[in-house]
């Protein structure tokens, strides 16, 4: 083979095995940041729903609690079980009346599934049940005889009197509690009709007259009782707020969920709780999960009561996905690969016909020029079969018939050996500086080499390490200009909710309280949603840093194409007029990333009233792309 076609197909064969190489160390890192990435999501996904379930919990122990202490219910509680002995049911009919519709008029509002109020012994008195459909009222008077009555109503019924009807039998207020009577609130988790549902027990505590002291002490006359379901709404809604699918296990199998055919789920892995479990501070489970076939990143949030684990919320996110992002990063840099061979091809030909032609061309010249006889002595032993051979060999004729032009001929084999040198040196050079690029990215194997020398020895496996500083750290830049052009959060979860769950994580860490409000906020393309979620970031943060605010409002309305979106707190405020751009960076950059997106940006402020920082942005024209 030729000079000419060994240079070329050997540069050329470099290329393709250092891009190769270079493809499979970045997939491999790509796959392992997908992975990364795919943690964080599902970690924050049970965060999310766990912050969901806790905030439930609150709610629902606070509408528990205003029912127990909803107006006149103690003194009804307490004529109830002082005296419904001594009465006629006639007499005491009304007050059933008035605690049952007094539950159920907060229950309709709170959306609680079922309440209940028991007497002191454990007796059911009076239940409310409701769901989308209906609503079914009930309370049993058990003296001297049961009589039960019962109101079945409607959405958008009005309960009055006549809604009342009699009946034979309400299972419902049938059973006694059979648990301890509570005597303080608490709130917990329960397996009810197969669904995991949160239970809320408020005691219903008055004042009564103790004959033997002859005082007025204290005195619990019942317990409210309140449940409500983790049903397939705020299954779905979780699912839609984080981007996974979501299922809840019990013992007995799948309650309900968005993966159907993930039905079973091992809760005996769970181990009893040593400790007073807590679901905001229980730990975030993360495996993976294959089902029929498919394979899942795991996230597990294990629900515990009574030191018994009772269920498990799991959060699923598809493999699928992560493999379709880590095919489209190969695909892409396949297609930059073809690019680079068939833009590097041309120079390697010309690159290679460049060094042979000279040699080609001394070989020639030689053929041409072997006349004489050259001292046999001196010979030269090439076995090579390209361009150099050939020269060695007329090389050798000449030495052996050019007797007479031998101090010509050295010179000329100086000349030619210099010639050759100098080649060498420029091709080293030429071979540095077109492959330079190529072996920095070979680099990207030190990673590799480092984790598999670690088992031959730590000296060869140190060295690795040094030459994965540099890449370490370049790694890591990339990373951090990728956080700062497009949030990982934002492209998840799009801008509302990524500025819900960010309101919230700044409520958590400063204090502050905080709400969002939102109206008719339109589409926005990827830079304009940037751009409001950055603005809103900066806002916030002067507020935490300068304002000395207890509260801040987030507001976004949207109206004729026109997205107007501000940041409002109650701090003390500053002269707007005295604070310029220059004076203040993060000012600066909100105006410029409203500028690069057609917005304006205004701030009005006064000492001791407030900061509010506004803007308005035009939704329906292209914008340049924000850095």
Request: with cysteine; charged share 25%; hydrophobic share 40%.
């Amino acid at each position: 083979m030729k000079l000419r076609n060994k240079l070329m197909f050997g540069a050329s064969a470099m290329l393709v095995v250092a891009m190769f190489l270079s493809a499979v160390v970045v997939s491999v890192i790509v796959n392992s940041q997908n992975r990364e990435a795919s943690n964080s999501l599902l970690s924050n996904s049970s965060k999310i729903i766990r912050e969901a379930i806790s905030e439930r919990q609150y709610k629902l122990l606070c509408d528990t609690r205003q029912m127990a202490s909803e107006n006149r219910m103690v003194g009804r509680m307490k004529f109830l079980v002082e005296n419904r002995a001594s009465f006629d049911f006639m007499m005491v009919k009304p007050t059933y009346h008035e605690m049952t519709e007094a539950i159920y008029n907060i229950a309709l509002t709170a959306h609680v599934s079922k309440a209940f109020i028991y007497d002191n012994s454990g007796r059911p008195v009076s239940f409310i049940a409701i769901n989308n459909d209906w609503s079914y009222l009930g309370y049993a008077h058990r003296f001297p005889s049961t009589v039960y009555e019962a109101a079945y109503m409607n959405p958008g019924d009005k309960l009055t009197y006549e809604s009342w009807k009699p009946e034979i039998f309400l299972a419902d207020i049938e059973s006694e509690f059979d648990g301890i009577i509570p005597e303080q609130e608490a709130i917990r988790f329960e397996i009810i009709n197969g669904m995991l549902c949160l239970a809320a027990y408020v005691p219903i505590i008055g004042v009564s007259y103790n004959r033997e002291t002859d005082s007025v002490d204290p005195r619990q006359f019942g317990f409210v009782r309140t449940i409500q379901s983790i049903d397939d709404g705020f299954i779905n809604r979780m699912s839609r707020l984080t981007g996974t699918r979501i299922n809840i296990f019990t013992r007995d199998g799948l309650v309900t969920g968005n993966l159907k055919k993930y039905s079973t789920f091992d809760m005996d892995a769970f181990e009893e709780a040593k400790w007073e479990w807590d679901i905001n501070k229980q730990e975030i489970l993360l495996n993976d999960v294959t089902v029929e076939g498919n394979g899942f990143y795991q996230g597990v949030l294990p629900v515990y009561s009574d030191a018994k684990c009772l269920a498990a919320i799991v959060s699923l996110y598809s493999k699928d996905i992560v493999r379709a992002n880590t095919l489209q990063m190969i695909k892409l840099m396949s297609i930059v690969f073809v690019a680079c061979i068939l833009f590097v091809l041309p120079f390697t030909v010309a690159f290679s016909n460049s060094m042979a032609r000279p040699i080609t061309r001394v070989v020639a010249g030689l053929r041409e020029m072997a006349q004489g006889k050259w001292d046999a002595s001196i010979q030269v032993d090439v076995k090579s079969n390209d361009e150099i051979g050939e020269l060695a060999k007329k090389f050798n004729v000449f030495a052996t018939t050019i007797k007479k032009a031998q101090d010509q001929l050295r010179q000329l084999s100086n000349s030619i050996i210099t010639s050759q040198e100098k080649e060498r040196r420029a091709i080293a050079r030429e071979l540095h500086d077109e492959l330079g690029q190529i072996f920095t990215a070979l680099r990207m194997d030190a990673v590799w080499i480092k984790e598999h020398l670690k088992k031959k020895g730590q000296g060869a496996a140190d060295r690795a390490s040094t030459m994965c500083t540099l890449i370490d750290k370049s790694i890591d830049n990339v990373q951090g200009m990728a956080l700062r052009l497009r949030p990982q959060l934002l492209d998840d979860l799009g801008l509302i909710p990524a500025l819900e769950w960010y309101i919230r994580d700044f409520e958590k860490r400063t204090g502050i309280a905080c709400s969002l409000e939102d109206a008719d906020v339109p589409e926005l393309d990827e830079n304009q949603t940037t751009a409001v979620f950055r603005i809103i970031q900066e806002s916030l943060t002067n507020v935490a840093r300068h304002a000395h605010a207890d509260v801040a409002k987030v507001s976004l309305l949207g109206r004729d194409n026109i997205l107007t979106f501000a940041v409002e707190d109650n701090g003390q405020g500053f002269d707007a007029r005295r604070i310029s751009d220059s004076d203040c960076q993060g000012i600066a950059g909100m105006r410029e990333r409203a500028a690069l997106v057609g917005g304006v940006l205004g701030i009005q402020s006064s000492q001791g009233k407030g900061t509010t920082v506004s803007c308005r942005i035009p939704v329906n024209v292209q914008n340049e792309e924000l850095n």
